[in-house]
């Protein structure tokens, strides 16, 4: 069985090295989904029996460990110097240094990487993260799935 939860987020980027608008500082309301697989709970008595999980704790995960740390953050590559050094002028602003480039693929890569530790499986049901899908915009979209994980 498979469950998705979605969550969305506002945050700023720019892809210094492309060819067209990308290269400006602008932002998105992203959309993040969170596939799992696992069994059904099968426990009576137990929150979770008839659930993979319950997607509120699936919300509460992603949120604490990507949504909170990237909503309304700037998303920078760390070697796009002009605006790391730009961003740490103003004081107390909320920016995310990446190892690589903000684009909908890598942020889907690194969502599923700080997330993967955190969904455990506590009854026995096989639970493991199987995508993050990111939506950089309503038609623009990148899939991280497990099994291409480096
Ligand atoms: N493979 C990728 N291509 C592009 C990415 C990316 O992350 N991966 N990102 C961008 C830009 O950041 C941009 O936000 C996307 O812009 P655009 O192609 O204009 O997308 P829209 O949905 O706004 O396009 P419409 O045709 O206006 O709906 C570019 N490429
Ligand atoms: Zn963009």
């Known amino acids: ?13 720019r892809i210094p090295d492309h060819a067209s608008q990308c290269r400006h500082l602008h932002g998105h309301r992203y ?3 969170v596939t ?8 009576h008595g137990e929150p979770a029996n008839g659930m993979v999980m ?3 704790e699936v919300k509460t995960i992603a949120r604490r460990h990507v949504v909170d740390l990237w909503d309304h ?3 920078a590559w760390r070697e796009d110097t002009a605006v790391v050094a730009f961003l740490a002028t103003l004081p107390g602003h ?9 684009t909908a693929e890598n942020l889907a890569i690194e969502a599923f990487r700080l997330l993967d530790p955190h969904y455990r499986d506590v009854f026995g049901n096989s639970l493991t993260l199987q995508r ?14 497990r099994e291409e994980m480096p």
Do not use: Q
């Open 1 to 13: 069985m498979r469950i998705t939860r979605k969550l969305e987020f506002d945050a700023g980027h």
């Open 31 to 33: 959309v993040l989904e």
């Open 36 to 43: 799992l697989s696992g069994d059904v709970v099968r426990a």
């Open 54 to 56: 319950d997607f509120g």
């Open 73 to 75: 953050a700037f998303l």
């Open 94 to 102: 909320k920016t995310v240094l990446l190892d690589t480039v903000p």
């Open 132 to 145: 993050v899908r990111l939506y950089e915009t309503p038609n623009c979209w990148a899939d991280a799935l």
